[in-house]
């Protein structure tokens, strides 16, 4: 399961220094080669939660085993893609088939945790968050690596041996849907909510499309995303077993506050990922490899603070040092060029990296202290589907800003935007007095 579970963030924070390569093998442009990160998102967003009620009805080994075989296709398509729209394509696949492994653990988690009669199986359940965090932050310098060894095909290629050993374990060792019977019959008698899914689908296509080019002519994709979100809400909010159970909003400002925040976040570490990564070696001339380098303490930095702090209950002071420091980090992007020494980007990626390991891990533990306990499950879904959201929202303003290129001054246009997100974070945590009681509330019982 955890070998699954990190198929998605590898093949997300991997590409970012393979995105200039891939441009100049096919001759397009950062704004172009974003549809790499938005066809993978895009695909994440929709399929994980399709795939959750999936597995709910036919359990985790069918599913399971399909994506991960998916994975093994995208890849060799990837590496053998003549044209970058054969590319994107094998990007989406990756999408749906890493989609998978999530909900089929989270399956497989819940179905043991009833068995043994243990509230929640804690350790399976760090270790999924750890590796999966600790697999994000490493994919630049690792994708650096792979990139400078065989170009960046490598990227693609990796995911054939992982697709096969992630076969071989779900096959020996995942459980058959006949032996899950007691726990598949109720899911199984609930309707799919398959119109909720199309709806879903379009409203964030025709957003994307118009975010990812947005001209004067493309101005009419406004009104569909705005016709079909609002045919999406309400289909949502009236039927009985919802895609997207949207009342899990009703009433509840904190959780509210949390999802955007949870937006905003990934808005900036996305941003900053692909955004620097593709400066560094296109502004500043660096090989692939040497980019994944300068990302390194970025992602030690992340993982140490999450180390440190992870124990701590306690959200509001996380959530307010990583919004100040990464405030402080965005503007710092303001006053590097193609002459800054390479021991000021560390430092400014180092930076970066401490409200990276703050922020995700401080919105999981305000999530769990304010939903409707009845509702986690639909919330902390939901919860995920804001991140894929701002790693949307990321690819759109790297295309916007990088048109032309990855430029200083594009690098600048994009910092500016940061800077703002940043301090719109800072302002929605200062807002949302409810972050006061979280933690404090679970520590007293054992005072």
């Known amino acids: ?228 979100g609002a045919a999406f809400a309400v289909r949502e909010l009236r039927t009985a077993s919802p895609f997207l159970d949207l009342r899990v909003l009703a009433g509840n400002l904190p959780l509210l506050a949390t999802y955007v925040r949870q937006f905003l976040a990934f808005v900036t570490s996305y941003a900053f990922m692909f955004g620097f990564t593709q400066w560094l070696e296109e502004g500043r001339a660096l090989s692939p490899s040497a980019a994944g380098l300068v990302l390194l303490p970025m992602s030690a930095a992340a993982i140490l603070v999450t180390a440190v702090t992870g124990r701590r209950a306690e959200v509001r002071g996380k959530l307010l040092a990583g919004s100040l420091v990464q405030v402080a980090g965005t503007a710092l992007i303001l006053l590097i060029g193609p002459g800054t020494p390479i021991w000021a980007l560390v430092v400014i990626a180092t930076i970066i990296g401490v409200p990276q390991g703050l922020n995700g891990l401080a919105n999981q533990n305000a999530l769990y202290a304010q939903a409707d306990p009845a509702r986690m499950g639909s919330s902390a879904g939901l919860l995920r589907t804001f991140m894929y959201l701002g790693a949307l929202a990321a690819s759109a303003a790297n295309a916007a800003f990088y048109r032309h290129g990855a430029t200083t001054a594009g690098l600048h246009d994009l910092a500016w935007l940061l800077v703002g997100v940043s301090a719109l974070f800072l302002v929605v945590t200062l807002a949302d007095r409810s972050l006061l009681r979280v933690g404090r509330l679970d520590e007293a019982p054992s005072r």
């Open 1 to 228: 399961m955890i070998l699954g579970s990190i198929l998605n963030p590898i093949n997300s924070s991997m590409l970012a220094v393979a995105l200039i390569p891939i441009g100049r093998d096919f001759g397009a442009s950062p704004s172009a080669t974003a549809w790499l990160i938005t066809g993978l998102y895009l695909a994440t967003a929709v399929g994980q939660p399709v795939i959750g009620r999936l597995v709910d009805s036919f359990g985790p080994r069918l599913l399971y085993l399909t994506g991960t075989a998916l994975v093994g296709v995208a890849g060799l398509i990837g590496v053998l893609a003549p044209e970058l729209w054969v590319l994107i394509i094998s990007r989406v696949l990756l999408g749906l088939g890493t989609s998978a492994a999530y909900p089929a653990s989270m399956f497989l988690l819940r179905s043991e945790s009833e068995r043994t009669g243990l509230r929640s199986p804690s350790g399976v359940l760090a270790a999924l968050s750890i590796s999966n965090q600790v697999v994000s932050v490493l994919g630049p310098p690792l994708g650096g690596l792979l990139v400078g060894a065989g170009g960046w095909h490598l990227i693609f290629a990796v995911n054939v041996p992982l697709s096969a050993a992630c076969l071989v374990l779900g096959a020996l060792f995942l459980p058959r849907a006949s032996a899950l019977g007691a726990d598949l019959s109720a899911a199984r008698s609930e309707r799919i909510d398959i119109a909720g899914m199309a709806l879903f689908a379009g409203t964030l296509t025709a957003f994307m499309l118009f975010l990812m080019d947005p001209e004067v002519a493309r101005w009419p994709l406004l009104a569909v995303f705005a016709a079909v």
